[in-house]
C-alpha cells in the first residue's frame, strides 16, 4: 500500500497532483534571526499565503515544506494557509545542516525536546537513536506537540564535509525511516557530499529509491548527476529562478541530459523559495508562480527544441515523480 502524508492527513498518492518538491512556506530560523538577517525570515503568514494562491492559479496543487524543528518552523501557521489555499502540503521532521545548531531553542520547545539552551547541545547530548526516536514521533504522533504529521524525514550536510554531528543525525533520520517508512530528503550544501550520504544512509541499510537529494542543481556537473541518479535516489533541482547561482539554460541542458541518459522518472523540480526577496508578495521578487507559469512553458519550448516530449516531461517531474518519491510504502 502507498500513500502520501500531508498536513490534513494521508492521501492516495494519486491525489497529489502538481507539486513543487522543496519550498518554505513560513519560518523564522533563530540562527539568522539572532543576526539580524532579515531576508531570510518568512515571517509574514499573510503575505505567504498570497504566493500560495498564486501557485494555485496557475494549476499548483501541493507543495513540500522542508523547514526542519531547527529552522524556525510555524506549524499552526501553514496548516493555515494549506486550509485555507486547498494547496496540499507535506511537512518534514528531522534536522538541517550543523552550521545553523548554534542557534538558541524557544522556549516553547523545550518541553518537547528537552532543557538545552542550543539545537547543538541536544544533538550532542542525545543518543542516535534517541534523536531516531524524536523524528519517529513526529511523524507518527505530530510536529512540534501538534497532531500534523510529517510527510518526510530529513537530515543536511555542510560545504564539502560530514561533521560527526551530521552523520549522527543522518543515522537518527535513517533508523526513523526504517520504523515509519517516511521519505527521506537530504540538505546538500551547494550540491556537494551526495554520494557519500548515500554511502552512509546504504551502511543503514536505507533502500536508496525512498531519498531525494536537494540542491543538485547547485553542483552543476552531469558526471556527477549520473552517479547519483545510478544509485536509484532522486536528483532535487531546486534552485529555479536563483540566477546568480547559474542561468536556467544550465539547469535545463542538466536536467534534459539526465533525461538521455534515462533518469526521467528520478527527477524533482522547486524553487527552494526561503527568502522575502524570492517572494512575490514580501518583497517583489519572482515567487511561487514563477516556476508554473514561467519556467515551465520555456522548458517545454527547450525540451521539444531537444527531440523530447516536453508536456510529458512536466507531469513527470511535477506529478508522476513527486507522487513516487514522496509515498510511504508498507
Known sequence: MSFIRTLDGDIPKDQLGFTYSHEHLVCRPAYWSERGEDDLLLDDPEKSKRDVFDFKRHGGEAIVDATAIDYGRDVQAVVDIMKETGVRVIGTAGFNKSFLWDAQIKDELKPIIGNYDTYYEWIEAKSINELAEFVIREVEEGLEGTPFKAGQVKFGT??????????????????????????????????????????????????????????????????????????????????IGKIKYGPESTRIGLILELVRKGYANQILISGDTARKSYYKHYDYGLGLEYIIAKWVPRFVAEAEQAGFDGQQLVHQFFVENPANCFSFKR
Open 158 to 239: 555542510g560545504y564539502n564535509r560530514i561533521t560527526p554531528l551530521e552523520e549522527k543525525t543522518l543515522r537518527a533520520v535513517a533508523r526513523a525511516h526504517h520504523e515509519t517508512k517516511a521519505p527521506i530528503h537530504s540538505h546538500t550544501e551547494v550540491g556537494t557530499m551526495g554520494l557519500e550520504q548515500l554511502e552512509l544512509l546504504r551502511s543503514e541499510r536505507v533502500d536508496l529509491h525512498f531519498v531525494s537529494l536537494g540542491h543538485m542543481d547547485r553542483n552543476p556537473d552531469p558526471y556527477y548527476h549520473e552517479q547519483i541518479a545510478k544509485t536509484g535516489a532522486y536528483l532535487s533541482f531546486d534552485g
